[in-house]
Structure formats: structure tokens, C-alpha cells
């Protein structure tokens, strides 16, 4: 195992060595963003702490390109948008899923679990609980000089509460808070600077409408803002970073063909609202880079774009990208989904995930099935590249346990 973790930090290294060199931005003379060769497509990824709270945790979502906002509500509802929980058809159930990660690196250590629950407390009221364990697995650390200096087992966990409410009979909202815990290097010493654990409290606000178009159609639609919070350090220092606060918009339309046959389809936009990176430096005519006085203004070392507040970053997430209303627009995600369901008993899914090249570049089909008993229900879902950028979940299997405890109660009366 050893070895194995010190070929993929290696592994690990060179790719984000690769991806500092090509994402490297420059303002030219005119304030014009420009990459290393000149053009105008360099990459400039948003950059936050704690990305493990944007992977979505349930195989449903994750067969069907990562939608999740607008699809019928079950427990995992409370990972993207606990305002659907209010219109659960049970009135209690609960999900289990386990994802496993970089497993076409051959590591077996680390994984992501998630466990949540609901409960309906009347008509127009629900409550929820989610709990999601991401385990990075066994991690040597080394000292400068490459020395061993102790061996850990780095993980993050997310703990989440959310409250429902109908405001009508057709729309509800949704108010979640969440414990956020990230131990990455705790008790190591970089620089001098010795590492703590990062620790933060966030909000999840929500909005469901969903109304009938015809006898056997409906149409839902969603907006979520997620992950709402103070920045996050894992040292004492005035450094720190914005966590992965989000805007999520999302529409459902479900058809009932027959007595047997429904399809369901759906999209998913999403932004992250955390501020932008500009360019350190500026690319004069003759070539020669000059720093940029608007990247470190106070001269503290810490980029400017860091320092904003909570509020301004989020609002002005929206028009703060160095290239323009045309990067605003690369700053969106899309996820199109599909799902057929047979007798409300066996569903086949497909979807595809869509990120700009300049924005992280994830691209992806996924296909999945799932089965439904009684109170029993079994979801899978399989993650299919479409580019060279590698994924953590490429051609892997993962699976969602759901257990609809309404259903039995059901069935007792």
C-alpha cells in the first residue's frame, strides 16, 4: 500500500504540475486575458476548500449526469435540495451509498460514504439528516527532505440538518444547516506553520415548485443555493479560502406513457459563487511580464480576489471574471439526465455532465439502472469519460441502498 500511495502522490503531483503550467493567465497590454502561447482560451479554474461537498453522493443523481434538483424527491434530497423532502410520496425513508474513489489507480482505501434521512411530519412539514464520510485513505507524509515523519489517515465529514415547508400547494422551501470538518494534514508542521484541522458551519436555502400540465404529465422546477458560509484555514493565518457556496437551477418533466411506463427528464445549471482568479501579472508587447497591481494591491501576499468577504464574493461572483461576460458564461455547469421507469419497479438512466474546457474540462456520460421492492430499493450508476482529463470516478460502480419505511407502514394499515 505503501508504494502504491507514493506512485499516485507522484502521480498526483505531475498533474496538478501540468495543469499550473497550461492554466497560467496573463492580462495583455490592452486588459485582455491571454494564456501562455497567447490565445485567449487559458484555463482558470475556480479554486475552494472542501470540494467534497459538491460530488453528488446518490447513484440516482449519478446515472443521470449529476441531475438531482428537480427529479422526485427520496432521502438524497438532502444533498442538492431538502425543499423537495415536504413531496416525498412516503412519509419516512432513509438511503445509504457508497462511491468508491480512484479505483482505476488501483487504490482501495479511499471511498465516500453517505447516509440520509427524512421524516414528514404532516402535510406540509418534513425534516431531514445527512451525514457524508469522505476517507482519503492511508497518506505517508514526509518532512522537506523527504524523511518520514508519521503516517495518518486524512478524511472530511459533512453533518447536515434541514427543515421543509409547503409555502402552498404547489411550492415549498427549504432551510439546511451544516457541520463541516476537513482533516487533511492535522498535527503536521509545513514552513513552520502547523497544520489544524479546518472547520466551518454553512447554509442550504431551497425552492421546489411542481405542478400538473396535463392528466399524465407533470413539470418541477428548483432553485437551490448551497454550501453558504464562512472561509475556511487550516492554519492560523489570515489565508484563507471560500468554500464551494453554489447556485443551482433545475427543471424535471415527468410523463406517464401508461399504466407501466413513465420517463422522466431533467436538467441542472449550476455555478459555483465564489470569486474568479485574475492574473498575477501582465504580458507587455515585447513579451516581458510585469506584475499586476490589482492581484496583491495591499502587498500582504495573498491575492486580492482571497481577501473579499463572504457577501461580496458570492454577489460579485456574477461579473468578476477577468475575461468578460464570455467567462461569466464558461463558469456554468450542465447536467442533462434521463430515467425510464417500468411499473414503478425497475428504472434504466443515462445523462451527461458538461464543463467548460477553461473550467476544470469534466466531461462524462453515466448510465445506471435501479430496482424497487416494496420497502426495498437498489440504485447503480457507472461514470464513462469523454475526455483526457481524468476523473476520480472513471469506470467505476457505485451503489445507493434506499429504504422507504412509509411504503411498510403502508402496507400495514
Excluded at 489507480?105 to 445527512?130: C, F, H
Excluded at 443555493?225 to 447556485?247: A, E, H, M, Q, R
Excluded at 461576460?325 to 414503478?344: F, T, V
Excluded at 430499493?377 to 412509509?406: A, I, K
Aim: proline share 4%; aromatic share 10%.
Amino acid at each position: 500500500m505503501k508504494t502504491i500511495i507514493q506512485r499516485t502522490t507522484l502521480l498526483v503531483v505531475a498533474v496538478l504540475m501540468t495543469v499550473a503550467a497550461s492554466a497560467q493567465c496573463f492580462f495583455d497590454s490592452n486588459g485582455n486575458l491571454i494564456g501562455v502561447d497567447g490565445n485567449n482560451d487559458c484555463t482558470n479554474t475556480i479554486i475552494t476548500a472542501v470540494p467534497f461537498l459538491r460530488i453528488t453522493p446518490d447513484a440516482r443523481s449519478g446515472a443521470m449526469g449529476d441531475v438531482g434538483l428537480a427529479i422526485s424527491a427520496d432521502a438524497n434530497a438532502m444533498h442538492v435540495n431538502a425543499s423537495k423532502l415536504v413531496f416525498a410520496e412516503r412519509d419516512l425513508g432513509f438511503s445509504i451509498t457508497y462511491t468508491p474513489w480512484l479505483r482505476a489507480l488501483q487504490i482501495n482505501d479511499v471511498y465516500m460514504a453517505y447516509l440520509s434521512g427524512y421524516r414528514q411530519l404532516d402535510k406540509n412539514q418534513a425534516v431531514g439528516l445527512g451525514l457524508r464520510y469522505f476517507s482519503l485513505g492511508d497518506i505517508q507524509f514526509t518532512n522537506e527532505q523527504g524523511e518520514p515523519v508519521g503516517q495518518n489517515r486524512p478524511n472530511e465529514v459533512e453533518l447536515a440538518l434541514a427543515y421543509s415547508r409547503k409555502l402552498t400547494d404547489n411550492l415549498s422551501a427549504g432551510l439546511g444547516l451544516k457541520y463541516i470538518y476537513s482533516n487533511l494534514a492535522n498535527g503536521q508542521t509545513v514552513g513552520g506553520t502547523e497544520i489544524e484541522a479546518g472547520q466551518a458551519m454553512a447554509a442550504d436555502i431551497s425552492f421546489t415548485y411542481m405542478a400538473d400540465l396535463t392528466d399524465n404529465s407533470s413539470l418541477t422546477a428548483a432553485l437551490a443555493l448551497s454550501n453558504l458560509g464562512p472561509k475556511i484555514s487550516y492554519t492560523n493565518s489570515i489565508n484563507k479560502d471560500f468554500l464551494p457556496s453554489n447556485l443551482g437551477i433545475g427543471a424535471a418533466y415527468e410523463v406517464d406513457i401508461d399504466e407501466y411506463n413513465t420517463f422522466v427528464f431533467a436538467l441542472d445549471i449550476n455555478k459555483l459563487m465564489v470569486p474568479s482568479p485574475i492574473p498575477a501579472k501582465i504580458k507587455q508587447d515585447d513579451g516581458t511580464l510585469i506584475d499586476n497591481p490589482e492581484y496583491d494591491g495591499n502587498g500582504n501576499g495573498i491575492p486580492d480576489f482571497k481577501e473579499k468577504s463572504v457577501v461580496s464574493g458570492i454577489f460579485g461572483s456574477f461579473g468578476d471574471a477577468p475575461g468578460g461576460g464570455s467567462e461569466e458564461i464558461r463558469e456554468l455547469m450542465y447536467s442533462i439526465g434521463a430515467e425510464y421507469w417500468y411499473d414503478e419497479q425497475f428504472s434504466v438512466r443515462a445523462g451527461y455532465y458538461s464543463e467548460h474546457a477553461t473550467k476544470g474540462n469534466r466531461k462524462y456520460f453515466t448510465v445506471g439502472m435501479g430496482l424497487k421492492y416494496n420497502v426495498f430499493g437498489l440504485n447503480f450508476s457507472y461514470l464513462v469519460p469523454t475526455t483526457n482529463q481524468r476523473n476520480p470516478l472513471d469506470n467505476t460502480l457505485r451503489f445507493s441502498l434506499m429504504f422507504d419505511f412509509g411504503a411498510f407502514e403502508a402496507d400495514d394499515l
